[in-house]
C-alpha cells in the first residue's frame, strides 16, 4: 500500500483562484508536512501539522488534517502565476513504527497557475 | 538563510562506474537525510544518518551504496558501480531533531549511461 496519495495529479487554474489539493494516507501519524517543488529544484517546506492539530494557517496557505479519514488538504488562496509547481504531501511516522527522519512521500500535485 | 548544499548540480557516468555525491548540510544540523526521486515518481528515503552511523536505511539502500562525513561538514553518498536504473535526482536534506521538517538541497541528478 502507499502512503501519502495526493489528488488531483494536475490542477489547472487561473491567477486569482483558490487551489485546492487534497492527500490521503494510511498509517498513524506523528505529523502530516507539505512540500514545494520547482521543476527540477529541491523540496522547499510549506507547512507542518501535528496529529492533534486540525487546521493551520500560514499566509496565503491553509491546511487541514483528518486523521479518523486519515487526509488532509492544501489550500492555496488568491493563487498567483509563481505558485506553478508541484506539491508534494509527506507523513512523518516516527512514533509508529516508522524511522526517524523517514518521510514517506506521495506522488504530488502538479499545479499551473495561469496568468 | 542557512541552506543545505550539494554537487554536482549533474553528473554523467558509465554504468559500473562509482559515483560520490556530495552535500553540505546546514551547519548546526545533526541528522542528515539522503532521497531520491526518479523522473516522474515519488520521492523515495534511503538512509539517514546521526552520530557518525546509519540510523536507518530503505530496501533500496543496498550494499552498492555507503554514506560518510568524512569531516565535521561534508555528507557524502557512494554508488559504487552505478546501475541504469540508479538514474535520478538525489537529495541531501537535514534537521536539528530527527523529526520535523526536512531542509532539502537543490539535489544532484545523475544520469548513468
Known amino acids: 500500500s502507499q502512503q501519502g496519495e495526493e489528488d488531483p495529479q494536475a490542477l489547472s487554474i487561473q491567477e486569482g483562484e483558490n487551489a485546492t489539493m487534497n492527500c490521503s494516507y494510511k498509517?498513524?501519524?506523528?505529523?502530516l508536512q507539505w512540500y514545494r517543488q520547482n521543476s527540477g529544484r529541491g523540496l522547499v517546506h510549506l507547512i507542518l501539522i501535528r496529529s492533534n492539530e486540525r487546521e493551520k494557517h500560514s499566509g496565503r496557505l491553509r491546511v487541514t488534517l483528518d486523521t479518523s479519514k486519515k487526509s488532509s488538504s492544501l489550500l492555496i488562496t488568491a493563487s498567483r502565476a509563481a505558485d506553478t509547481a508541484s506539491y508534494f504531501c509527506?507523513?512523518?511516522?516516527?512514533?509508529?513504527?516508522?524511522?526517524?527522519?523517514?518521510?514517506?512521500f506521495g506522488k504530488g500535485t502538479k499545479l499551473s497557475v495561469k496568468p | 538563510e542557512p541552506e543545505v548544499t550539494q554537487t554536482p548540480s549533474h553528473q554523467v557516468t558509465q554504468m559500473g562506474q562509482e559515483v560520490i555525491l556530495r552535500c553540505v548540510p546546514i551547519s548546526n544540523h545533526l541528522y542528515f537525510y539522503w532521497y531520491r526521486q526518479i523522473l516522474g515518481q515519488k520521492v523515495e528515503f534511503l538512509v539517514s544518518f546521526y552520530n557518525n552511523e546509519i540510523s536507518e536505511k530503505s530496501e533500496i539502500f543496498d550494499d552498492q551504496f555507503s554514506v560518510e562525513r568524512p569531516d565535521g561538514s561534508n555528507f557524502t553518498l557512494k554508488i559504487r558501480s552505478t546501475k541504469l536504473e540508479d538514474s535520478a535526482m538525489y537529495f541531501c536534506a537535514s534537521n536539528t531533531l530527527g523529526t520535523g521538517e526536512l531542509f532539502f538541497g537543490e539535489g544532484s541528478r545523475l544520469t548513468v549511461l
Open positions: 498509517t498513524s501519524i506523528n505529523n
Open positions: 509527506a507523513t512523518d511516522s516516527t512514533n509508529y513504527g516508522g524511522s526517524q527522519g523517514n518521510l514517506i
